[in-house]
């Protein structure tokens, strides 16, 4: 199939040009900065929350078994996203922005220096990966979420800003993380609760899920059992209610 549109006046490659501009009158310190950051960094902060996610789940007086399988999720989703990203790029067969415009300041030495990293662009596989973790992030957690899907969009920002992918790459790289996690989250969370929930009362492995003297994850929607004030009787308390 042929490629997206890469030359001619578009938004896209006005886009790429005013945001790949600013690292030409940048200082240098600030490019690689940049370039560490989408390359490695903002993904390993990603998986950093995920984890620190997980710290804080296992520490709650109850466990939610929903909230561990929305973390395994997280990472499963991403890594389904890249894969389903491998034939879209080859059915688009869009080439990187450096080989079809003039000027552009490439961040990434590998791309820039012919050692053949040059396979398609669309869609950005290190944005699908980070909003894929923001989102299932998310799921699971609220508040961390809300930061995860941030720097996901930071992501997508240093990918256009290192001169190695169009605006319109990292918009779809963002709504295929998205769309993955999200349509496929029914399934998953059916499959992953109960996975979860048997780990968590397993001997061996239960430290995964709980905290020493915490409780086991309780399965939504079941009512706790109440105790009855003292010097009543527990059919009393039923007649009572």
Known sequence: ????????????????????????HAPAWIDRVVSLAGEYGILLALVLLVLWCWR?????????????????????????????????????GRPRPFMQHEGLQVLDPGFGSGLGRT??????GHTTLAMALGVGLFVANRRLGVLGIGLAFAEGFSRVYMGIHYPTDVIGGLALGTAVVLLLAPLAMAALTPLVRAVAR???????????????????????????PAGQRPHESDLAA
């Open 1 to 24: 199939m042929a490629g997206l549109t890469t030359g001619g006046p578009n938004v896209d490659v006005s886009l790429l040009y005013e945001i790949n501009g600013a690292a030409r």
């Open 119 to 124: 396979e398609f662009s669309f869609v950005s």
């Open 202 to 228: 397993s001997r061996r492995f239960g430290r995964l899920v709980r905290a020493k003297g915490r409780g086991l994850p309780r399965p939504v929607g079941l009512p706790q059992a109440q105790t009855p």
């Open 56 to 92: 804080g789940a296992r520490r709650q007086e109850e466990p939610a078994a929903e909230s561990f399988a929305a973390l395994v999720w997280a990472p499963l989703a991403a890594v389904l996203a890249l894969l389903v990203n491998v034939p879209l790029r080859e059915f688009v």
